[in-house]
């Protein structure tokens, strides 16, 4: 099994350059079966989950042709509505087929994903609204089996805000007979990039970034192409990695405005941020890090998916910094590995009580998700020694080359055979 060993070499220094975000791709590649024209996506990242995502394409019938980042699918001779657990299992975002086979197809199988590491995650709003706009649903022997001559739009409130469930809903609704309205929608800026490709392909969709869509049901979709928005979390790790080394680094190809609530921690936190059109600097250089609060909300809220980042901040920081996690139940998985390498952090129930930890020592740690291994590496970069990351295989769902990208910033990281 790979693993990182990653040694201190002062400040982060350089330019980067962002790729395609994960959770934009992933659902854009699955709307893709609802085309019956061949679609191209360009900045589609080259991640393990995206290599997930074209082998269920291919299993469903889908030609997937890969040039670079680009990406080509034809969806014209789907066959097969399977999705099965060995490639479920492996990520929870296969989910994302089941909204797209059911609503072309009338029918889809699709393996529950079950939880991971960071909480339970169940599907039942995916399901539930499934159900309400006519789909026949059974969950048996850990299968989701689906069915509907035509699904028909519906009015739809969301009990809790959910990002696939929301995409899961909206893709389903826009082959569905008549208008469905989606209400307490997820307003992340993947949905937005969702909508914006399905209407390039022939959807009515408006309201996206929103808590309200509305769905105006079309009877097919053509081709397209779309490039896929700049991952936001791949930004605001490479900042968090530049602050607590006091490093000055530009992300290149970033998107600043789906970034704010993060860009203003940073700034709190002591960093002179500046952006342009599609680029972000945060200069530490002479500046004092300083902890920050922060609470995990839905979008345009800070960002579950940086919370492990800004714990590692937080130990960095002079001061005490609380970081609550409002969306997983058990998003904490990094602190006891955090602490084995000194830092000082105190659990509360969903709190993180993070206190400045100033002599981190490297150790050996254990990845235990996508964004908690990011945090170990983060950490790897001002620990006194060399640390080693294992099961890196979870960093590699979401980072494309991010040992290069480290490298290039001046970081000593380096990949081997465990
Ligand atoms: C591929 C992708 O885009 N993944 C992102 C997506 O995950 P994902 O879409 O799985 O996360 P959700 O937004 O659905 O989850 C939010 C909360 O709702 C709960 N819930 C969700 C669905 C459901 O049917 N029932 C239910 O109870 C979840 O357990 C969780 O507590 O949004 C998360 C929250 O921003 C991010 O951390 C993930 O990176
Ligand atoms: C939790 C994440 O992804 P997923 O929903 O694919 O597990 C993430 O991107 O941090």
């Known amino acids: 099994m790979q693993q990182f060993l990653v040694t201190a070499n002062g400040p982060l220094q350089g330019e980067v350059i962002i790729s395609g975000a994960k959770n934009a791709a992933l659902p854009i590649l699955f709307a893709s079966l609802l085309a019956e024209q061949p679609t191209i996506i360009s900045n589609v990242p080259k991640l393990k989950d995206i290599e997930t995502t074209f082998k269920l394409l291919q299993?469903?019938?889908?030609?997937?042709?890969?040039?670079?980042?680009?990406?080509?699918?034809?969806?014209s001779k789907i066959n097969n509505q399977f999705a099965p657990y060995e490639l479920v299992k492996t990520m929870r975002a296969s989910i994302l087929a089941l909204g797209p086979l059911l609503s072309r197809f009338g029918q889809a199988e699709v393996s529950l994903p079950g939880g991971c590491a960071i909480g339970a995650r169940p599907v039942n709003l995916h399901i539930d609204g499934l159900r309400k706009m006519g789909a026949e649903i059974t969950v048996e022997n850990g299968y989701i089996k689906a069915s509907a001559k035509r699904l028909k739009g519906a009015h739809l409130v969301m009990d809790m805000v959910s990002v696939t469930g929301t995409e899961n809903l909206m893709m389903a609704a826009t082959l569905a007979e008549g208008k469905t309205v989606i209400e307490?929608?997820?307003?992340?800026?993947?949905?937005?990039?969702?909508?914006?490709?399905?209407?390039?392909?022939?959807?009515?969709?408006?309201?996206?970034?929103?808590?309200?869509?509305?769905?105006?049901?079309?009877?097919?979709?053509?081709?397209?192409?779309?490039?896929?928005?700049?991952?936001?979390?791949?930004?605001?790790?490479f900042l968090v990695a530049a602050a607590v080394t006091g490093g000055d680094i530009t992300c290149k190809f970033a998107a600043p405005t789906d970034l704010e609530a993060v860009l203003e921690k940073l700034r709190e936190a002591g960093a002179e941020?500046?952006?342009?059109?599609d680029w972000i600097r945060l200069n530490m250089t002479g500046r004092q890090l300083k902890s920050v609060d922060v609470k995990t909300v839905p979008h345009p809220g800070f960002p579950t998916d940086m919370q492990a980042q800004f714990t590692v901040l937080n130990v960095v920081a002079e001061g005490v910094g609380v970081v609550t996690e409002t969306i997983f139940e058990n998003r904490f998985m990094h602190v006891p590995e955090l602490q084995r390498m000194g830092a000082k952090i105190r659990l509360e129930g969903n709190t993180a009580v993070c206190q400045y930890s100033p002599s981190l020592n490297a150790a050996q740690v254990m990845a235990t998700d996508l964004r908690a291994s990011a945090s170990l590496v983060i950490a790897?970069?001002?620990?006194?020694g060399t640390t080693v990351v294992d099961r890196i295989y979870h960093i590699d769902r979401g980072y494309e080359h991010i040992e290069h990208k480290l490298q290039a910033l001046g970081a000593h990281i380096q990949r081997i055979d465990g």
């Open 380 to 384: 790897g970069l001002v620990a006194k």
């Open 184 to 237: 307490n929608a997820a307003r992340e800026p993947e949905i937005v990039d969702l909508a914006v490709y399905l209407n390039t392909l022939g959807a009515k969709i408006s309201g996206a970034g929103t808590d309200t869509l509305v769905i105006e049901g079309v009877t097919a979709l053509h081709g397209g192409e779309h490039r896929v928005l700049p991952d936001r979390i791949e930004t605001g790790t």
């Open 273 to 277: 941020i500046s952006t342009g059109e």
């Open 59 to 75: 299993l469903f019938g889908a030609e997937v042709e890969c040039t670079g980042n680009t990406v080509r699918v034809d969806a």
